[in-house]
């Protein structure tokens, strides 16, 4: 981790491993909610995540870079008390994990944007699989990238999936 | 490509009265002719869904929104394009929508194709793009993988 580069990719990735911890609480909350297959799904994906997270610490140690540790608790976007609520859960986890990895890609390091597009596409993938609907913008706020919101609108409110 | 983004800026430039006070034009950025080659593919992949739909109405339900989606895409990547939105790559047919007759499963299966191409042909360009169009592209490249899921979820259960 040796000059202005080094720490903001440095800063970048503790960002995407402090998404990663998040999500991985997150997963445990809606996996105790969700009935035997969803488990099963959340177990799988709350797996990937961990061999996410040794990657992250490895990148970073490789940068000289300090891997922090997880928190006990996080604060969940909303309550989850039932199924739909944990599957909500689970697809506003991705998207969140797709805009860290979208950190990555603003990077210089053309391995890290390529890694980082990857995941990220990897999280639309498995944000489509619990909701059972795609966005536009994965990872980005629609406000960011121009005028238009495609997609169905319920009480003037976005459906949870299209909101960051 | 890189010839198709240089000619945009004379066009640019005849716009405007007086331009040659200015000075020495800018050089295209790189942004330039990443956008235009994004647009084409965006445009590319939308006349394969509008044949698609012309051909399979009946799956108007699944490609609507998908659809909706790329041309936002498109409204996007053209937002931060300034200058002719004339495009190098003129969208084309493709041979699998335009068969006419193709079952369902196979019209799917080819356009989950077409969306899993895409995604990764942006994510090969993004080296050379400037940080936010690199974030703009794999954000789109992530909503293509996404569309690729759905529609194989859809042949597999329609």
């Known amino acids: 981790m040796s000059g202005p580069a080094g720490t903001v990719t440095g800063g970048a990735l503790q960002g995407v491993l402090a998404a990663v911890d998040a999500a991985s609480y997150g997963y445990g909350v809606a996996g105790a909610h969700l009935p035997t297959a969803g488990r099963a799904a959340a177990q799988r994906d709350w797996a990937d995540l961990q061999?996410?997270?040794?990657?992250?610490?490895?990148?970073?140690?490789?940068?000289?870079?300090?891997?922090?540790?997880?928190r006990d608790a996080y604060q969940l976007p909303f309550p989850v008390h039932s199924a739909p609520a944990a599957v909500s859960l689970a697809g506003y986890l991705q998207n969140r994990l797709a805009?860290?990895?979208?950190?990555?890609?603003?990077?210089?390091?053309?391995a890290l944007r390529a890694?980082?597009?990857?995941?990220?596409?990897?999280?639309?993938?498995?944000?489509?699989?619990?909701?059972?609907?795609?966005?536009?913008?994965?990872?980005?706020?629609?406000?960011?990238?121009?005028?238009?919101?495609?997609?169905?609108?319920?009480?003037?409110r976005a459906r949870p999936a299209a909101s960051p | 490509m890189l010839a198709a983004a240089a000619a945009a800026v004379p066009l640019l430039a005849a716009g405007?009265?007086?331009?040659?006070?200015?000075?020495?034009?800018?050089?295209?950025?790189?942004?330039?002719?990443?956008?235009?080659?994004?647009?084409?593919?965006?445009?590319?992949?939308?006349?394969?869904?509008?044949?698609?739909?012309?051909?399979?109405?009946?799956?108007?339900?699944?490609?609507?929104?998908?659809?909706?989606?790329?041309?936002?895409?498109?409204?996007?990547?053209r937002s931060r394009l300034i200058g002719p939105a004339a495009t190098p790559h003129p969208a084309r047919p493709?041979?699998?929508?335009?068969?006419?007759?193709?079952?369902?499963?196979?019209?799917?299966?080819?356009?989950?194709?077409?969306?899993?191409?895409?995604?990764?042909?942006?994510v090969s360009r993004l080296t050379v793009a400037s940080p936010s169009l690199a974030q703009l592209l794999a954000s789109i490249s992530a909503s293509e993988a996404s569309h690729a899921a759905l529609l194989r979820m859809h042949r597999s259960a329609p």
């Open chain 1, 99 to 110: 805009a860290a990895y979208l950190g990555l890609v603003a990077l210089d390091d053309p």
């Open chain 2, 16 to 77: 405007c009265k007086g331009v040659g006070g200015l000075g020495t034009l800018p050089r295209p950025r790189p942004d330039v002719a990443v956008l235009r080659a994004a647009i084409g593919n965006e445009q590319a992949l939308i006349a394969r869904y509008r044949s698609a739909l012309a051909a399979a109405p009946a799956l108007k339900d699944i490609l609507d929104p998908v659809l909706g989606q790329h041309q936002a895409h498109l409204a996007a990547l």
């Open chain 2, 94 to 122: 493709s041979p699998a929508a335009t068969a006419g007759g193709a079952d369902q499963t196979s019209t799917l299966a080819a356009l989950a194709a077409a969306e899993q191409a895409a995604a990764g042909r942006r």
């Open chain 1, 51 to 70: 061999v996410t997270r040794d990657e992250l610490v490895s990148m970073l140690a490789s940068r000289g870079a300090p891997a922090p540790a997880a």
């Open chain 1, 115 to 156: 890694w980082g597009a990857r995941q990220a596409q990897a999280c639309a993938v498995r944000a489509t699989g619990w909701l059972g609907r795609t966005v536009a913008f994965p990872g980005l706020s629609t406000q960011a990238v121009g005028p238009a919101r495609v997609g169905p609108v319920q009480d003037g």
